[in-house]
């Protein structure tokens, strides 16, 4: 069993930037983080495997940074240049063997943060 929260979320205007942390009671190979807007699918944002591989979502390459600390436990997501249309909440991830953003199916789910952007 692998215990997981989040915290960092907020509210920011448009082209600001927030970090998400994600404190695990142990890192598994993969780890995600995944948001769920009001009315819409849960996706993937963001992986990283094992070794340090990383994949995004097309929406958020180039403003999003997923990393992770293994001597802390801990997994994090630096937003930046954030859009109105990341609005969402933020759920941190983590289990399962396929870690890229088509086929990561986490065993193990943070309860979420929410995350606000304003225009």
């Known amino acids: 069993q692998v215990q997981l929260v989040e915290s960092g979320g907020g509210s920011v205007q448009a082209g600001g930037s927030l970090r998400l942390s994600c404190a695990a009671s142990?890192?598994?190979?993969?780890l995600g983080w995944f948001r769920q807007a009001p009315g819409k699918e849960r996706e993937a944002v963001a992986t990283?495997?094992?070794?340090?591989?990383?994949t995004y979502a097309d929406s958020v390459k180039g403003r999003f940074t997923i990393s992770k600390d293994n001597a802390k436990n801990t997994l994090y997501l630096q937003m930046n240049s954030l859009k109105p249309e990341d609005t969402a909440m933020y759920y941190c991830?983590?289990?399962?063997?396929?870690?890229?953003?088509?086929?990561?199916?986490?065993?193990?789910w943070g309860q979420g943060t929410q995350v606000t952007v304003s225009s």
């Open positions: 991830a983590a289990g399962g063997f396929a870690c890229v953003i088509a086929t990561m199916v986490p065993n193990y």
């Open positions: 990283i495997g094992g070794i340090g591989h990383t």
């Open positions: 142990k890192l598994t190979y993969c």
